[in-house]
């Protein structure tokens, strides 16, 4: 009976055919040809349970295709259904199939033969799960724009009230005694600067959320970074007597958007002060997570967090503030844009806490490439600077290029740690080659360092203006360039 059906179906599918003689023992079970081509497997290597495919079944749809099946074929009124599943390709691939089965039963219901046609539905449902997702996502921002909204008429109307009303008694009042005008001034000075504190943040946030903030990053000095912060939050540790220790290695540098990890830095070091006891210390650490990422940790002694308010530190649905230990104000929101900041990065936050003892906050981000890309139109130059920099700077990867268009395209795959190109090149010329870069939609933030036999003044002026600075003439000298790369890269 098999093979009678076989020769029809064959001759009009597209995809491979079941056909399972429930009447034989065992349910003898015919399969076509065509099973090779979807999923890499010959028709010997596979096995038929019941109609399906078992043995490459995905394991996690195997209990909802076994119910499936089961259902039916109990069934006696059914004589059609349709299962969609995944099974693995011979090659680690998955590849979603949809089987259709017919069922031929008798008289009393009972199944005589299962046609199943089985069809490839891989990009079908690649779509479908990516509209899922998106779908999901779209909902998501929805909620947090909701929120956002809802922060916005709460938060930032509610200290109004206190500054329109202190900000009436002074315009009244006109015999206010001085220490009441200057603490109403006080007020409603800090008052301020934190509600336009909190209306960057949400801004900043709202902008990454819905990706209209572009990453821009570059090879950057970890200690340099953080020494910078911490000179901004100096009159905050002086005034609280608190010591700010720092130990980071010179070497280290990260590859990140240099104003947003700046706000990383700021935020964090700043709540450790605020959080910390006068006369005590902070510390920042840096060193190696993994081979791709860098671990910070800002690490306090101060009152620590409940173990309830951390799961709202980084969630603007449950976002919080309080006072610190000398009265200053927050926003509420400082981590969860530190949190977005470092996500968009590839890195993680976490943190360990303890009412009483403290709190360290932990978070990743990403190693520079250590590339440079060398852009020159003439081979012999291109494998002369090439072989200075294998011995010059041996930590860095050499990527050739032998024209702009093809460093253009090597820029979508990776972001170098520096580039160093010709002006003269064939197609486009070092300057398009740069204004590529700068108008481009690749978010490439690189040292660009131009080098030429000649250059006109005009034309070294156009370069400064596209924010080129870094201009050699040749013939190569090792000791200048060494000088201007590593200026450039340290």
Known sequence: ????????????????????????????????????????????????????????????????????????????????????????????????????????????????????????????????????????ELKEINKSKDKFINILSHDLRAPFTSILGFAEILLNEENLPQKEKTEYLTYIYEAAQNQLELINYLLDWSRLKTGNLKIQPQRLKASILVYNSISILTANSVKKDIEIQVDIDEEIYI???????????VNLINNAVKFSKPNSKIEVVANYYNEKEIEFIVRDYGV????????????????????????????GIGLVLVKEIIEKHGGEIWLYSEKAKGTEIHFTLPIPSNVILIVEGNNSENDELASFFEIEFSDFKMLKASNAYESLVMLQDCTPSLIISNHNMPLMNGLQFVEAIKSGDTSVKVPILIYDESLTSEIELKYIKLGIKSILKKPFNPEEFSKIVKQLLL
């Open 1 to 136: 009976m098999i093979e009678d059906y076989s020769k029809i179906i064959l001759e009009n599918i597209n995809g491979f055919i079941i056909l399972t003689d429930f009447q034989k023992p065992a349910e003898k079970s015919f399969i076509s040809d065509g099973i090779k081509e979807i999923t890499g497997y010959d028709k010997s290597e596979v096995t038929v349970f019941a109609g399906g495919l078992l043995n490459i079944t995905d394991k996690d749809d195997i209990p909802d295709v076994l119910k499936a099946m089961n259902d039916f074929f109990n069934d006696p009124a059914q004589t059609t259904t349709s299962i969609d599943y995944r099974i693995n390709g011979k090659e680690s691939s998955t590849k979603w199939i949809d089987q259709n089965i017919r069922a031929i039963r008798d008289r009393a219901g009972k199944v005589n033969l299962a046609i199943s046609t089985c069809t490839d539905i891989t990009e079908l449902k690649t779509s479908e799960l990516n509209y899922k997702n998106n779908n999901i």
């Open 255 to 265: 590859q990140a958007d240099e104003r947003l990890v700046n706000q990383i830095f």
């Open 304 to 331: 620590g967090i409940s173990q309830e308010d951390q799961q709202k530190l980084f969630s603007i649905e449950k976002a919080f503030t309080r006072d610190g230990t000398k009265g200053e104000k927050g926003t």
